[in-house]
């Protein structure tokens, strides 16, 4: 389906669907009267222009959160463009067409699925979906949902019920209004920052060489890195290459070692601790369970 083509799924049924308004939505995730699971969670990164016209009826949440590259989202009443750092979160039963054939960057994005049951029937919000700019304080909270897959715990089930309300509380803050922090990066220096970056992935970056880089101070930079991306600047860097080697490890004929070597790593010992502390596993048992 990563292609240029257009996939089309028709629909084999109906999703039947409880609409709440968002406060009741989000009390009833809280309650624990709700059965929450998380379905599917994934950080692909699609090395081509991609379409996909998604006709069908999905019964579950959906949550993209575009890292990097630029993607349309066509919805019955129009299209989005959503822009790096940006959110889109689906509802249950709403068809949808992503399109990302016209930026020069590979689309990066971030997303999972899960499912929020009451009485049989999927709870939902009465909006089709929500946009959210400035959703860069999720990237964390995305990145502990798709390693809660890989990982077996009696609390397995209380830690997916409190991503997803973490994740929708914010996307549900956000959206009701302008943002009220202070200033933050603008999506033209998201997206540069970003490319830069990920063309330097296997260089020794620093906050000090982004700031100049972009013209202002460490201190500053440093500031309104963290208000843009919800992460310090180094700390965002080193998921920033942990993203990259989870789709490396998806080439099988690919050593460790050599993708520690790709992402900058003088030892591969060093780039399976980071990657540890990040996934919760180690890359070998990453490829094995996925």
């Not at 699925?113 to 009451?118: A, D, L, M, T, Y």
């Not at 309104?224 to 860097?237: A, K, M």
């Not at 942990?242 to 460790?256: H, I, S, W, Y």
């Amino acid at each position: 389906m990563h292609s240029m083509g257009v996939a089309r799924i028709m629909a084999r049924r109906k999703t039947a669907c409880l609409k709440r308004p968002a406060q009741a939505w989000l009390d009833a995730v809280l309650s624990g009267r709700t059965a929450v699971s998380l379905v599917h969670a994934g950080h692909p990164l699609y090395a081509e222009p991609f379409a996909y016209d998604l006709r069908r009826t999905i019964p579950h949440h959906l949550i993209y959160l575009v890292l990097g590259g630029a993607c349309r989202f066509t919805f019955a009443h129009g299209t989005e463009r959503v822009d790096p750092v940006s959110l889109v979160w689906v509802m249950p039963g709403v068809s949808y067409e992503i399109d990302a054939t016209d930026d020069m960057m590979p689309a990066d994005i971030s997303d999972i699925r899960f499912s929020v049951r009451e009485d049989d029937r999927e709870l939902r919000l009465a909006e089709d979906f929500l946009h959210v700019r400035q959703a860069g304080r999720l990237i964390e909270p995305m990145e502990l949902a798709v390693s809660e897959l890989t990982v077996s715990s009696p609390f397995h089930a209380a830690r997916v019920r409190a991503l997803v309300a973490l994740v929708c509380s914010y996307a549900l803050d956000r959206s009701e209004g302008p943002a009220r922090d202070q200033a933050r990066f603008n999506n033209a220096q998201q997206t540069w920052l970003l490319r830069y970056v990920d063309k330097r992935i296997d260089q020794r970056l620093n906050s000090a060489l982004l700031a100049q880089k972009m013209g202002f101070s460490r201190d500053y930079f440093a500031r309104v890195f963290r208000r843009t991306f919800g992460l310090s600047p180094r700390v965002w860097l080193k998921r920033r290459r942990m993203q990259r080697a989870v789709t490396l490890l998806l080439q099988p004929r690919l050593r460790v070692a050599e993708i520690a070597r790709r992402l900058g790593y003088d030892s591969h010992h060093l780039f399976s601790r980071q990657f540890k502390q990040v996934y919760r596993c180690s890359p070998m048992e990453w490829r094995r369970k996925t």
